[in-house]
């Protein structure tokens, strides 16, 4: 592999996480690189060899790595997050309905930016991303600062690697099927955090359902990796319940999981998140922003002059002018 994995930083003294960072390293990190990594998790059963935060880990072990390597910010993660209708009911999975996950994102974007942070790439590490991109352009419309906001699926990014033999893919590393918990994310699990999952616990699903209302190929579970004609999560009410159907809380077969079988994808991911971190700090070097994307700044000169300098810096706060978001 081209990237090293990351052994964890959440409370390390290394300020990659903005938690542990003091006023005076956001001051000094503010003047250098005034990109936060934002990553979006959940809580959720992964079966009995797996860890409940696992959708979490796998993006903030991601983030460690780009932050290591390109010096820029990781927020604390958002451990909890929302789920889709067929993962209901779930012991383990804490599930947060949609616009109270919505509003706390966006009163999380509202924090960063009046710390000084205004470039955000979220990332993103299970089904939710039908919920996020909602909190992105209702904090814009709300706000109407200039924001910088990047949202990365990680499977979206690098779909082609996470395919399965099981569909017709030849050149794949994969058996089976990119669903929860299965072969393909448990790779990446393992390879990211491997002292966090247990092979020898792990156990695989045993019943697949017997009959779909729909036919192959016609909705994409699991990542939208294939581009099917129905994204997975504008469908309801078509398969079962998982609690129901899946008791062992995986929908596939981690036994089979390797962590070899993810570097390849994690290399090409993590080359990604760090062009995208280059190509906004070239555009937009530490402290500016592209103040013409905002109405305000016709509109109000004086004000959006106030709310960008901050109340430390002789301004305002956004609160000040807008509250909640
Ligand atoms: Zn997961």
Redesign the pocket.
Known sequence: MKYQMSKGYMDSPENLYFQNMTGTAVQERLKKNDIILIPIG?T?Y?GMGQPYG??TF?VTRMAEIVAKEKGCTISQPVWFGAHSWNQMGMPGTIVVPEDTFNAYLRAIFAGYWNAGFRKMILLN??GQEYVIPNAIHMFQKATRVPCMFAFVNWPTVIAKYLRAKEFDVNDTQFDTAFR??DEV?TSYAMALFGELNHKEQMEDTKNWPKKHVLSPKTIDLGGDVYQWPLPGHCTAGLGPLEVKQYPEGVVGYPTKADPKKAEEGLDVLIDFICKIHDEILEAYPAGKLPMEMTELSDAEPKLMDDLMKGPFKGGRSLYSYVYPV
């Open positions: 959940s959720e992964h696992e959708d796998l590490g299970h929860h918990a994310e």
